[in-house]
């Protein structure tokens, strides 16, 4: 957004350390399930296909793509469009009395920044997602979502057990397998997955037509749009990464089918977990594999101001017009807080160019 912005001439300050969540809240070594194709400049010039050519490198040369390596291209990214941020934070957000400028935020250095529109772009670290029935079931102190536990290192020799069946979770099962963990139990409620190379050629159109046609998604009856939610997040399931051969190993146990009946801790500080399908593991960290949903209310800025009560919501999720705007003038919203209205692609960088071009036009 902030490049599309500078490239229309629209005044604009971006507030924040840009992909910190991925910077801070993903494990070294891991692939993405995207392809080159989901580059980030709106105008389409500062392409990763371009950063490669740059390099003498062809998208074979680097996929699947590592999370190094798309770190690295947004870098360059950064400095090719002079994209600048102010690195700090907003610590709470207000509606205020005023002619233009209607929203005001207050940094966590006490200044103040007044705007007359705000786009909340702030990707997925409010929203781990911990289900409360599961946590009710697993000892207090003796589990991790997989955001906050990226360092697996420390977890060489010890017997890990992954709940969830999803990427996340097949994705940590290689990556503490490659770190050397003892044993990697994956226990998930479903049959496992094929582990199939995800085919994202059908997204790329569907995104392009929300720029001419915002209103698409949501016009699609019941039926037709869980199926393609469903659609979205069966592929999402998949990996580039090869997973077949990663996960299929004598270190890795798949459980599927299964859920977590009970999770004692013993005397001797390992943890007893209890499937309900009879097995018992013998456990030592257990990791939460069960993503992310979105709840406005679960973000910092706007709980400490004053525009939660004024916004209209469904489900956890702002209300929005074909702009991305909610029901507060001048406040849109992207990326997973979209996903309801939008579609599931929002949960995916394939989106930002989209949001992007949607929000400048309202703009303009």
Not at 41 to 48: A, F, N, Q, S, W
């Amino acid at each position: 957004m902030a490049a599309y912005a500078r490239s229309l001439n629209i005044d604009h300050l971006m507030v924040g350390n840009p992909m910190s969540f991925w910077k801070k809240h993903m494990p070294s070594g891991m692939l993405l399930r995207s392809a080159c194709d989901w580059h980030l400049d709106p105008v389409g010039e500062y392409t990763i296909e371009r950063f490669l050519a740059e390099q003498g490198l062809k998208p074979a040369d680097v996929t699947p793509l590592s999370l190094e390596f798309y770190l690295s291209y947004v870098q360059w990214f950064q400095q090719q469009a002079a994209i600048e941020s102010m690195p700090s934070h907003v610590r709470r957000l207000d509606m205020v009395d005023g002619r233009g400028a209607r929203l005001q935020a207050e940094l966590e250095n006490g200044d103040t920044i007044r705007a007359k529109q705000v786009l909340l772009a702030i990707g997925f670290r409010h929203f781990a997602h911990q289900p409360g029935e599961l946590m009710a079931r697993l000892p207090g102190n003796r589990f991790e979502h997989t955001c906050d536990l990226v360092d697996l290192e420390g977890l060489k020799g010890k017997r890990c057990l992954i709940i969830g069946g999803r990427q996340s979770a097949f994705e940590w099962a290689a990556l503490l397998n490659d770190a050397g963990a003892e044993i990697v139990h994956v226990s998930y409620r479903h049959d496992s997955p094929r582990f199939a190379e995800s085919d994202w050629a059908w997204v790329n159109p569907l995104i392009e037509r929300l720029v001419t046609e915002p209103g698409w998604h949501r016009a699609l009856p019941s039926n037709e749009r869980e199926a393609l939610i469903d659609s979205g997040w069966r592929a999402a399931s998949r990996s580039n990464r090869g997973l077949s051969r990663g996960v299929r190993t004598d270190t890795i146990k798949l459980w599927p089918c299964t859920q977590i009946e009970s999770a004692i801790t013993r005397p001797n500080g390992a943890m007893q977990v209890a499937l309900n399908n009879g097995s018992v593991l013998a456990i030592d960290q257990i990791i939460v594999a069960t993503g992310y949903k979105a709840d406005i209310s679960r973000v910092p800025l706007l709980a400490q101001g004053n525009l939660l009560p004024k916004l209209g919501l469904r489900d956890g999720c702002p209300m929005l017009d074909d702009n991305l705007q909610t029901t507060i003038p001048g406040l849109f919203v992207t990326s997973l807080l979209a996903t309801q209205e939008f579609g599931p692609f929002f949960a995916f960088t394939v989106s930002a160019r989209t949001s992007a071009r949607i929000v400048a036009q309202a703009i303009r």
